[in-house]
């Protein structure tokens, strides 16, 4: 659902992307969980970022418990690529 906020609480992409990590894993408890939710619906490049993010670590729970920061590199890398193809 495509959604054009224009008021003062809306998040860019950029301040997504900087939030992403804390709050796919929780760590995020206050307004900005929101705005971030309602961005990732409305925004098709930062909710792709975000599924990619969210396999990731469910990959990485799966299969590495004690997780190798250069695969890790590679495979954010990657996602990253996904999402930076043209649609
Ligand atoms: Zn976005």
Redesign the pocket.
């Known amino acids: 659902m495509i959604r054009q906020h224009q008021s003062p609480g809306t998040l860019?992409?950029r301040q997504?992307r900087r939030l992403l990590q804390a709050y796919l894993d929780g760590e995020l408890r206050d307004a900005r969980t929101v705005l971030i939710a309602d961005?990732l619906d409305a925004?098709l490049?930062?909710g792709l970022e975000a599924s990619s993010y969210r396999w990731l670590k469910a990959q990485l729970a799966g299969f590495a418990p004690s997780a190798d920061e250069r695969q890790l590199d590679r495979l954010r890398a990657f996602a990253a690529a996904l999402v930076d193809e043209p649609a």
Request: hydrophobic share 15%; glycine share 0%.
């Open positions: 860019s992409c997504v961005h925004c490049r930062c």
